[in-house]
């Protein structure tokens, strides 16, 4: 009986486990949406995006946490759920649908993670190419003053002397 009890335990366990998964993810999905919006902006707000990045750093970590938590509580119970489908059949149905959702969310973040890196890489691309004509102008106006620092030397006077 005590195992009974011990395995309804266990299956609760693991469908709060599914359900906290799909708020994780729901909250990725938000942060990924977040950061496809500053993409999309004229400006980056870069700060922002690292917050993003940082925040959704936290929620993969508690995702992986979960997700072995769950692996050991399925392996535990696998037997018992098979022997006993119709014992825990509504449980089971709840799992299956919850799985399904999170699937569902890991496919959306999946896309649009995709979308992001492209845009991000473009974003990239451009403030490297920014950077390199900044640095070129600046390269040319050094050169320019290096040239012209040289160019006068005491005695040639560019100035001529009508008082002869």
């Known amino acids: 009986m005590e195992n009974k009890m011990d395995n309804q335990v266990y299956v609760s366990m693991m469908m709060e486990s599914l359900q906290k998964k799909k708020q994780i993810l729901s909250s990725l999905y938000a942060g990924t949406k977040e950061q496809e919006n500053l993409l999309l902006e004229t400006e980056l707000d870069v700060d922002r995006f690292s917050e993003l990045i940082e925040e959704k750093g936290q929620g993969i970590d508690e995702l992986e946490s979960l997700d072995g938590g769950f692996d050991i509580l399925f392996k535990k119970l696998e037997k018992e759920l098979m022997a006993n489908r119709a014992s825990y059949s509504s449980e089971i149905e709840t799992m299956k649908s919850l799985i399904r959702d999170i699937t569902d969310l890991s496919t959306k973040i999946q896309v649009l993670e995709k979308r992001n890196h492209d845009r991000f890489q473009s974003y990239m691309s451009g403030e490297k190419e920014r950077f390199r004509k900044a640095n070129a ?28």
């Open 137 to 164: 102008s600046q390269q040319t106006a050094m050169t320019y003053a290096k040239n012209m620092a040289g160019a006068h030397k005491p005695g040639n006077s560019y100035f001529v002397n009508e008082t002869k």
